[in-house]
């Protein structure tokens, strides 16, 4: 078998095909989960607790000298890197138990006609032996 082929009986199976759209749609969702952190939680945050912005806050290590960058241990990223990870992960939660809960729904589906009890059975059978006698 080409190698053309095999490559293409891989990627054309429908795992891999699922698997680029749901990177795709992940980075994208990254990206809205990043904006949502940075602009609309952290500077709230910040302010509650004393005008900080997380994003500047880093530790000098070597200043900047003759036009070489400045060496800094930015922990302010580091933080907010941590809330988008948990803000990302809450929704993964929330979207995989909807899911789950739909799956869980369809799979029960109408619950199938109760069978008659023996009781029930023996009494049609009277019944109908009373019809056939008449």
């Known amino acids: 078998m080409s190698m053309v082929r095999e490559f293409k009986e891989f ?3 429908g795992n891999v095909v699922d698997l680029a759209v749901g990177i795709v749609i992940g980075a994208a969702f990254g990206k809205i989960v990043s904006s949502i952190v940075g602009d609309v939680i952290m500077p709230p945050l910040g302010l509650a607790i ?3 912005d ?3 806050l880093e530790i000098t290590l070597k200043a900047a000298v003759d036009g ?3 060496v800094a241990l930015r922990y302010g990223a580091f933080i907010q890197s941590i809330f988008d990870f948990a803000i990302v992960a809450f929704a993964i ?6 899911i789950n809960k739909l ?3 369809k799979e029960e589906g109408p619950a199938p006609p109760a069978l008659p009890s023996k ?3 023996l009494l049609g059978e009277i019944r109908d032996l009373l019809k056939t006698r008449k």
């Open 11 to 13: 990627a054309m199976r």
């Open 93 to 98: 939660f929330i979207v995989v138990k909807a």
């Open 54 to 56: 997380f994003s500047n």
């Open 50 to 52: 004393g005008g900080v």
């Open 119 to 121: 009781e029930e059975v």
């Open 68 to 70: 070489a960058p400045a």
């Open 103 to 105: 799956k869980k729904k």
